[in-house]
């Protein structure tokens, strides 16, 4: 996080809207009516993917993606007018919804406006043609950092926008722009309305090191996070991805978690998420409804602020082309209360002023959040301590817990959960209990603490 981030970020509930896809008439307008319904979910923030021009050259499929824009400075007319923005902005605020915008600095559209008026953005091959350094992403063009009008002309968009009522900016593949631009983006829009949100899409380490290896410098998690006060957690996804659907152990995701907070800066804050536009719905990969669930309250029992994607509370299946017309199929918003109990075990305060305690993989993952004293967990000043069971292998059957005997409060399925001989029956999905009392839980050693005592001992020697 950077250095004037406050902590309270990692409660924050991000809730991101693909317009173009989200109602029947795929505009603006659909957002405006739905803004007290998202904000009634316990979202903080509504994060709009782009809602600019889209270039018509070399575009992918019927209506292009929404991340090859024409024009930083307009709305898609598909969406709707400039008024219409103004008036979900309105609304959302109104709602108590905090306005993110997403944008995209490291490429334009093949017929951006600034090809014409300024060639001299991009970067060009040996006949001065623009090109990509993505060839996947062929319907764009990148930009040529650092450039000071370039980097001017940016700055002054984005302030364009934040005049407009825009409290935050979600940075499309942020790394691949230099860190000092943001840095100065940052510093300067703070001028204009301190306390902007600041959210980058850091990319998969496996990008970082092919860039780096074909000569195109592309920054670290660490580096982003001195302009940034949210990163996606792209640095740990594949091995979810390969856990969730059985081709690792569960323990090497929590290794990585380990390895977040053992690497980052001390206060950072990781975003965590299920599914967003660009990876495929909890639902389809995960092997069953009730671990596609488990495996949601796990993400939002980790460190750091919690980002769901329109039509998780449908327990959608389908992901939306970015390309074609392919409106969310929204059901009959079944898994609403449960998205609302998670963005409310977010703001619980054992979250937003205890510590997590990882404490055990299997059967179940079990986590725990309060205060740390040795193997103690106390409560936090102002609230329970929680504890956290989620049955993301389906094992079924009893699971040991390290809790004392007793009657707990669930607060993701409603009830009460009783722990009898040290013990509760394994939750449909997973439980989230509030605990008044201190009680001694052994930590799970991971194998990343091995390392570090087989060096200590090594050392000793």
Same mark, same amino acid.
């Given at each position: 996080?950077?250095?004037?981030?406050?902590?309270?970020?990692?409660?924050?509930?991000?809730?991101q809207a693909f317009p173009r896809v989200y109602g029947p008439t795929g505009r603006l307008a659909d957002l405006t009516a739905d803004v007290a319904r998202i904000a009634a979910l316990g979202a903080d923030v509504l994060f709009l993917t782009p809602i600019h021009p889209i270039g018509e050259v070399g575009r992918k499929g019927s209506l292009g993606s929404p991340y090859a824009i024409s024009d930083y400075r307009a709305v898609h007319p598909d969406l709707g007018t400039e008024q219409d923005f103004d008036d979900l902005v309105a609304a959302a605020h109104a709602a108590g919804l905090r306005v993110m915008l997403d944008v995209v600095f490291n490429h334009t559209a093949?017929?951006?406006?600034?090809?014409?008026?300024?060639?001299?953005?991009?970067?060009?091959?040996?006949?001065?043609?623009?090109?990509?350094?993505?060839?996947?992403?062929?319907?764009?063009?990148?930009?040529?950092?650092?450039?000071?009008?370039?980097?001017?002309?940016?700055?002054?968009?984005?302030?364009?926008?934040?005049?407009?009522?825009?409290?935050?900016?979600?940075?499309?593949?942020?790394?691949?722009?230099?860190?000092?631009?943001?840095?100065?983006?940052?510093?300067?829009?703070?001028?204009?309305?301190?306390?902007?949100?600041?959210?980058?899409?850091?990319?998969?380490? %496996?990008?970082?090191? =092919?860039?780096?290896?074909?000569? $195109? &410098?592309?920054?670290?998690?660490? #580096? +982003?996070?001195?302009?940034? /006060?949210?990163?996606?957690?792209?640095?740990?996804? %594949?091995?979810?991805? =390969?856990?969730?659907?059985?081709? $690792? &152990?569960?323990?090497?995701?929590? #290794? +990585?978690?380990?390895?977040? /907070?053992?690497?980052?800066?001390?206060?950072?804050?990781?975003?965590?998420?299920?599914?967003?536009?660009?990876?495929?719905?909890?639902?389809?990969?995960?092997?069953?409804?009730?671990?596609?669930?488990?495996?949601?309250?796990?993400?939002?029992?980790?460190?750091?602020?919690?980002?769901?994607?329109?039509?998780?509370?449908?327990?959608?299946?389908?992901?939306?082309?970015?390309?074609?017309?392919?409106?969310?199929?929204?059901?009959?918003?079944?898994?609403?209360?449960?998205?609302?109990?998670?963005?409310?075990?977010?703001?619980?305060?054992?979250?937003?002023?205890?510590?997590?305690?990882?404490?055990?993989?299997?059967?179940?993952?079990?986590?725990?959040?309060?205060?740390?004293?040795?193997?103690?967990?106390?409560?936090?000043?102002?609230?329970?301590?929680?504890?956290?069971?989620?049955?993301?292998?389906?094992?079924?059957?009893?699971?040991?817990?390290?809790?004392?005997?007793?009657?707990?409060?669930?607060?993701?399925?409603?009830?009460?959960?009783?722990?009898?001989?040290?013990?509760?029956?394994?939750?449909?999905?997973?439980?989230?209990?509030?605990?008044?009392?201190?009680?001694?839980?052994?930590?799970?050693?991971?194998?990343?603490?091995?390392?570090?005592?087989?060096?200590?001992?090594?050392?000793?020697?």
């Open positions: 996080m950077a250095a004037d981030t406050p902590l309270d970020v990692r409660s924050l509930v991000i809730y093949q017929d951006s406006v600034l090809v014409t008026e300024h060639p001299e953005f991009f970067h060009q091959d040996a006949q001065g043609r623009p090109y990509t350094t993505v060839p996947a992403w062929h319907d764009v063009i990148d930009l040529h950092h650092p450039h000071p009008d370039l980097t001017r002309y940016l700055i002054d968009s984005l302030a364009l926008w934040v005049r407009r009522g825009v409290d935050g900016f979600r940075c499309d593949v942020a790394s691949l722009v230099p860190v000092d631009f943001w840095v100065q983006a940052r510093a300067e829009l703070a001028q204009i309305r301190p306390g902007l949100l600041w959210l980058a899409e850091t990319v998969h380490p %496996s990008m970082v090191e =092919a860039r780096r290896a074909a000569g $195109l &410098p592309t920054a670290g998690d660490g #580096e +982003m996070f001195e302009a940034f /006060d949210i990163e996606y957690q792209y640095d740990l996804w %594949s091995v979810w991805q =390969a856990v969730v659907v059985g081709d $690792l &152990p569960v323990g090497r995701f929590l #290794e +990585m978690l380990r390895w977040q /907070d053992a690497t980052l800066p001390g206060h950072h804050a990781k975003l965590r998420f299920v599914e967003n536009h660009d990876q495929y719905r909890i639902m389809h990969f995960a092997p069953s409804r009730d671990q596609a669930l488990a495996w949601t309250a796990v993400m939002a029992a980790a460190r750091g602020p919690l980002m769901v994607y329109a039509g998780q509370e449908s327990a959608a299946r389908r992901w939306p082309s970015l390309f074609e017309p392919d409106p969310v199929d929204w059901g009959t918003y079944e898994l609403s209360g449960f998205v609302t109990a998670l963005a409310g075990i977010k703001k619980h305060p054992a979250m937003r002023t205890g510590e997590p305690w990882v404490l055990a993989d299997e059967p179940c993952v079990q986590l725990a959040w309060g205060l740390l004293a040795d193997d103690r967990i106390t409560p936090v000043a102002d609230g329970p301590s929680l504890y956290v069971v989620a049955d993301v292998a389906a094992v079924g059957g009893p699971v040991a817990v390290q809790l004392p005997d007793g009657e707990y409060r669930d607060l993701l399925g409603g009830g009460v959960v009783t722990v009898r001989d040290a013990s509760i029956p394994a939750p449909t999905s997973a439980v989230v209990l509030e605990v008044s009392d201190p009680y001694v839980a052994r930590r799970w050693q991971t194998p990343l603490l091995d390392v570090f005592l087989h060096v200590e001992v090594l050392g000793d020697a």
